[in-house]
């Protein structure tokens, strides 16, 4: 269930023989060559505390693809309509998420972080599986130790697969040094069904929980190893890979060579298997928002978490989002280094009403002007700062509204008055969107106390029972084990039940219906959570939502105070059919024969 980026103290012990051999072994590109010695090796994988230090630092990379300041500090929903890179920065044509939504990614140019540190630890995993027979451990440890490597190495091959498609699979192979490397990418398929059985493996040996203060109670659990074999199906089933073979794919290194319905079952059984468990539960603490969950870093405090990266418990701050999306004007003692990246309207736009109907629906109770942001579904006033929406710690000023208006801004530099000097649209540091994201971010004004060392969520429950929705809706339509699905997270919302109890969910839904309410309530309950990307490629619509322009709320204030509204342009962005997948580097082409490209790259 919840998982350590390094040692904790008392395996402190990773001593430099290890670590010489985990660099040696991890350092250069996509399967590298480095002679390792023979005494080394023996030597660590001879002691049972050396060998778990190679086993956690597998752990060292697990939110890399999550990690919200992945790419000049931004995450990929800046690449999508969800989010913009910081357009007032000079820097901004150096982003590359600004980059990938230009359509401006090719295969020399292309990052290759995803591609080297998968590789990087699939071979670190191999090494381990390899020597695992000789650390001296009971049988029922070393079973433990396996299903964490087995584990890790499926996750890595799966941020693989997710970017590229079907991929080089090499099994238990290390390769030696002078030994030839020249492996060709596996089908889509056959990526697939290896990563799905080596988690059924992993799953096997993992506790299902951890006993209440245990020394282990942030690493694997049986559920991590399910929901994301869940989430695998669930992507393999979605239409971009199950629509049949496509003709620019002849070794179906991008699609399956023929559509299968039956693939969604397999998704949902899997969702339905994690929550069998009956060990996790939505974070709902009475009237608390779900908001707050981010924000608590001990696992016992977690109960809707599956997968979580955690900081180093020497971290002297963990401020990764606020470093990167804080308003200015909450200052540097909440992390603010510089503004990287802001919400679009489009985001704001797909949150609906406290009723749980959405802003287009006449009945939902929806206005423009100042009531714009009134009676709007909870999670939208903790997801996304807007105009006068929530607090920032001024330092002596205390709590104050955060303003983004432009216009006749108070000339008083006291924060208590208003902070659009910094804030507002069209400031240097302000937004160039009208709104900032507030999700995840610290929220010491509330008298709360610290939260630093903060863990990524890499998955929870609510994911867990969207992905179960989806996958039986596009199966058998919405049953009513969908609807209780849905209407469970947004009663956790806060949402207002109504007096039929549906939440505004609409009584008898075609699945077609009910496939466009499961995408838009993806989009609300995990946004920022790395979902939105690679949502919008696996169903196949990015063409509509990426190839068109973002947009953002211009909020002029008169002398009088009082405000007018303009929905504003911020950006057009760009997507070719290429796009569905990062292409393989060029770097890796040259130096591997077998390896082939994707298609349009």
Same mark, same amino acid.
């Given at each position: ?5 390094? !040692? ?5 012990? @990773? ?6 051999? !985990? ?59 969800? &989010?913009? =890179? ?49 650390? #001296? ?46 492996? =060709? ?13 080596? @988690?059924? $493996? ?30 695998? @199906? ?47 539960? !939505? ?5 608390? =928002? ?48 510089? @503004? ?28 423009? /002007? ?23 710690? /001024? ?5 104050? =509204? ?124 995990? &946004? ?54 990062? #292409? ?12 082939? $490209?994707?298609?349009?790259?």
């Amino acid at each position: 269930m919840y998982i350590m980026k390094y !040692l904790n103290s008392k395996d402190a012990l @990773l001593i430099p023989v290890a670590i010489i051999i !985990l660099l040696s072994a991890c350092k250069k590109d996509f399967l590298e060559q480095k002679k390792l010695s023979a005494i080394d090796e023996t030597a660590v994988f001879k002691d049972s505390v050396r060998a778990k230090g190679v086993v956690n630092n597998l752990y060292s990379n697990l939110g890399m693809s999550f990690n919200s300041r992945r790419y000049n500090n931004t995450p990929l929903d800046a690449a999508t309509d969800d &989010a913009e =890179p910081n357009l007032y920065d000079n820097g901004i044509a150096s982003y590359y998420t600004y980059k990938l939504s230009n359509g401006a990614i090719n295969s020399s140019n292309v990052d290759k972080d995803v591609w080297n540190k998968s590789y990087q630890m699939i071979r670190a995993a191999n090494i381990y599986i390899k020597n695992k027979d000789n650390v #001296p451990l009971t049988a029922d440890t070393k079973n433990f130790w396996l299903a964490q490597v087995k584990f890790l190495r499926a996750w890595y091959y799966f941020i693989l697969l997710k970017h590229y498609g079907g991929i080089p699979l090499i099994g238990d192979k290390v390769f030696e040094d002078g030994e030839s490397i020249n492996v =060709p990418r596996s089908s889509y398929e056959d990526c697939v069904n290896y990563i799905v059985a080596e @988690l059924d $493996q992993a799953a096997v040996f993992l506790p299902t929980t951890y006993p209440v203060g245990d020394s282990e109670d942030r690493r694997i659990t049986k559920g991590a190893a399910l929901a994301v074999k869940a989430r695998v @199906l669930l992507y393999a089933a979605s239409p971009l890979f199950n629509s049949g073979a496509r003709s620019d794919d002849p070794d179906h290194y991008v699609s399956y060579a023929a559509a299968d319905n039956e693939r969604w079952k397999k998704a949902a059984d899997a969702a339905k298997a994690v929550i069998g468990l009956n060990v996790y539960s !939505l974070y709902n603490l009475g009237a608390a =928002p779900f908001y707050e969950q981010f924000l608590k870093n001990t696992p016992r405090d977690l109960p809707e978490a599956v997968l979580v990266y955690w900081q180093p418990a020497n971290t002297s701050n963990n401020f990764y989002v606020e470093n990167s999306a804080n308003p200015v004007s909450r200052g540097t003692n909440n992390g603010y280094q510089g @503004l990287k990246y802001i919400p679009t309207q489009e985001l704001v736009d797909a949150f609906g009403m406290k009723n749980g109907l959405p802003i287009t629906d006449p009945a939902s109770g929806y206005s423009d /002007g100042d009531n714009m942001y009134s009676n709007r579904d909870p999670r939208l006033t903790y997801t996304v700062h807007y105009n006068g929406a929530l607090r920032y710690m /001024g330092g002596a000023f205390g709590d104050q =509204p955060v303003y983004t208006y432009t216009g006749v801004i108070p000339t008083s530099t006291n924060r208590s008055v208003t902070s659009a000097s910094d804030d507002g649209m069209y400031r240097p540091t302000g937004t160039p969107t009208g709104y900032f994201r507030f999700k995840s971010m610290n929220n010491f004004g509330t008298g709360s106390g610290s939260e630093l060392y903060r863990p990524w969520t890499l998955m929870r429950y609510a994911e867990v029972l969207l992905n179960a929705a989806e996958a039986t809706n596009e199966y058998s339509g919405p049953t009513t084990e969908v609807y209780d699905w849905l209407k469970s997270i947004r009663q956790r919302a806060l949402i207002t039940a109504g007096t039929n109890g549906m939440y505004g969910l609409k009584p008898g839904m075609t699945k077609d219906e009910m496939r466009e309410v499961i995408r838009n309530e993806r989009r609300v309950e995990l &946004a920022f959570e790395e979902h939105r990307f690679w949502d919008v490629r696996r169903w196949k619509i990015a063409p509509q939502t990426e190839n068109k322009e973002t947009h953002g709320m211009e909020i002029t204030r008169d002398a009088t105070g009082k405000y007018s509204y303009r929905r504003v342009v911020v950006r057009k962005h760009t997507f070719t059919n290429a796009m569905y997948f990062f #292409p393989i580097p060029q770097t890796e082409l040259v130096k591997s024969s077998a390896l082939k $490209q994707n298609p349009g790259y």
